[in-house]
C-alpha cells in the first residue's frame, strides 16, 4: 500500500503503478536520497521535534539500507513509486515507528529536489575530472607533435599552413569553455531545497541552514515555492553537456576525416578502431563516428526538459518526474565520450609527413604572397588581384607557386624581388604568424603553456 494512500478507497492499477512509477530512473539516486535523510533527521532531533534516539535508529537502518543496495542485495519494487517511497518502506519495516517519524516536516516535493541537486552537483564534478583528462591528451599531442605543420581550413578547402599543436589548443579551448559551463551548473545546484515541504514551508521550527551545511550546500534556497519547481540548474547542466557534445563532434568529425585514405593524417589506435563483416582490409573510426552520433541525443534531452518545463505553474506538478531521465542520460553519454574521446586521441598516431604534403598543395602561400607587395606599398586589394593572376597561371600549368620563377613574379609586378621565395617556405609562413593567439612556434608555444596552467592541480 502506497504511503500516501490514506484518503483513497480504491488503490492504483497495475498499469498506471508502473506508468506513474519513476523507480527506475530515481534509484540511482540511492545515496544522495539515504544523505538527505539522514541530514533530515539529525536536524529534527537537534531542534527537538523527534526523540535523540528515534534519529539514532533512522541513521543506523539508513546506514543498513545504503550497505544493502550497495552490496546488490537490497530488492527494489516497483510497487514502492520512487526511491524514496522504497527507502521509507523498507526503514519504517526495520526499525518501526521511529521509521514514520522521518518525513516530519518534509515533502517528496522538497527530497526529491534536494537528492537531485546533490546528484547535479556530483555529475557535474565527475564530467569535470573526465573533461580535465580529455584536455590532457590533446596537450600530450600537441606537445609531441609541435613542430609538425598541417594544412588549415576554410570551407573545408585549403587555407593558410599551421602548427599541429595549434589546431589540438583549438579544441582545448573549446574544452576549457565546456569546464567553465560545467562549473556553473554545478555552482547553479549547489542550493538547498530541504525544508521548503511541498511549496509554503512548514510550521514545525526546522533549521533548513543546518541540514544545507551538513548536505554541503552553500545555503537553502530563499524561496520555499521557488526550491521545489526549479529545474534550471538541471538545464544548465544538460546544457553544457550539449555545448561539449557539440565540440566532441566536430573534433570526432576531424579524426574521421584525417585517418581516411584522402587524408592520411592520423591512424587511429585497433583498439579504438572496428573492422567490416566484409571488406577484409576496412579500419573503421567507428568510435569517432559514435562520439558524434551522441551529440543529436544529448541535444534532444535538452530539448526535452525545456518543452516539459516550459508551461508549468508554480508549485510542484507532476510532469517534473520528467526531469531526471534527460540529465542522468547526458551526463552519462558526456562522460563516457569524454573518456572514448581522450583514448582515442592518446593513441592516435601523427602523420607528419602525409600533413606536410598536403600543406604544401592548395596555394597556402598565396596570403603571405599578396602581404609581401602590401608591404612594399602596393594596395592590398591590388596586390590580392596580382597574386590571383599569379595562382590563375598556376592553375593552367599545373604547378604551385613555390613552381614558378623570379620572372614569372616580376611579369605581374616589378615589386617582387629574390627575396619573394621566403615567403614560400611553409616554416617561415608559420613563424609570421606572431600576433598573439596566432600559429607562430613563439605564440603557440605560449599558447600550450598557458593551457596547461589552466589545467586543475
Known amino acids: ?45 537537534a531542534q527537538g521535534v523527534i526523540a535523540a534516539e528515534d534519529a539514532e535508529a533512522i541513521k543506523a537502518g539508513l546506514d543498513g539500507i545504503l550497505a544493502d543496495i550497495e552490496a546488490g542485495t537490497f530488492v527494489f519494487d516497483i510497487n514502492d513509486e ?19 517519524r522521518l518525513h516530519t516536516g518534509r515533502s517528496r516535493n522538497d527530497q526529491v529536489a534536494t537528492d537531485t ?26 606537445e609531441a607533435n609541435f613542430e609538425v605543420i598541417l594544412p588549415g581550413y576554410t570551407h573545408l578547402q585549403h587555407a593558410q599552413p599551421v602548427l599541429f599543436s595549434h589546431h589540438m589548443l583549438a579544441y582545448v579551448a573549446m574544452l576549457e569553455r565546456d569546464y567553465t559551463r560545467l562549473q556553473a551548473a554545478l555552482d547553479a545546484a549547489d542550493a538547498s531545497p530541504l525544508g521548503a515541504a511541498a511549496l509554503a514551508g512548514t510550521t514545525y521550527p526546522l533549521d533548513r541552514f543546518a541540514t544545507a551545511e551538513a548536505l554541503g550546500f552553500a545555503a537553502p ?99 517534473l518526474q520528467e526531469d531526471k531521465q534527460g540529465a542522468t542520460d547526458a551526463a552519462d553519454t558526456l562522460e563516457d565520450c569524454y573518456v572514448c574521446a581522450a583514448g582515442m586521441v ?30 612594399k606599398g602596393l594596395p592590398f586589394r591590388r596586390a590580392h588581384e596580382v597574386v590571383g593572376h599569379l595562382v590563375l597561371l598556376c592553375d593552367t600549368r599545373g604547378c604551385d607557386l613555390e613552381d614558378l620563377t623570379l620572372a614569372d613574379f616580376q611579369a605581374e609586378s616589378e615589386l617582387f624581388e629574390a627575396d619573394v621565395m621566403e615567403c614560400l617556405n611553409l616554416e617561415a609562413i608559420v613563424a609570421a604568424r606572431t600576433t598573439y593567439g596566432g600559429t607562430a612556434h613563439t605564440q603557440v608555444r605560449t599558447q600550450l603553456e598557458a593551457a596547461k596552467n589552466r589545467l586543475p592541480h
Open 1 to 45: 500500500m502506497a504511503l500516501w494512500s490514506g484518503r483513497f478507497v480504491e488503490g492504483v492499477d497495475a498499469f498506471t503503478q508502473r506508468f506513474g512509477a519513476s523507480l527506475p530512473v530515481d534509484q540511482r539516486l540511492y545515496a544522495q536520497d539515504i544523505a538527505g535523510s539522514k541530514a533530515h533527521a539529525a536536524m529534527l532531533a
Open 82 to 100: 520512487d526511491i524514496h517511497m522504497a527507502i521509507e518502506g523498507e526503514l519504517t519495516r526495520r526499525i518501526g515507528e521511529a521509521g514514520a
Open 117 to 142: 541537486r546533490l546528484y547535479a552537483k556530483q555529475r557535474a564534478a565527475d564530467l569535470m575530472t573526465a573533461n580535465v583528462a580529455l584536455r590532457e591528451a590533446l596537450i600530450g599531442q600537441a
Open 221 to 319: 534556497i530563499a524561496n520555499s515555492l521557488d526550491a521545489v519547481s526549479d529545474r534550471d540548474f538541471l538545464l544548465d547542466l544538460i546544457y553544457a553537456c550539449s555545448v561539449s557534445c557539440l565540440h566532441l563532434s566536430r573534433l570526432c568529425e576531424e579524426l574521421v576525416l584525417w585517418s581516411s585514405s584522402e587524408f592520411g593524417f592520423i591512424t587511429l589506435s585497433d583498439s579504438y578502431s572496428t573492422g567490416s563483416s566484409i571488406m577484409p582490409q576496412k579500419k573503421n573510426p567507428d568510435f569517432a563516428e559514435l562520439i558524434r552520433g551522441k551529440s543529436g541525443r544529448v541535444v534532444g534531452d535538452l530539448v526535452a526538459l525545456m518543452m516539459t518545463l516550459k508551461s508549468l505553474p508554480l508549485a510542484y506538478n507532476k510532469d
Open 346 to 375: 592518446a593513441t592516435m598516431t601523427v602523420n607528419a609527413e602525409a600533413m606536410r604534403a598536403q600543406a604544401k598543395k592548395g596555394y597556402l602561400a598565396a596570403t603571405d604572397v599578396a602581404d609581401y607587395l602590401a608591404k
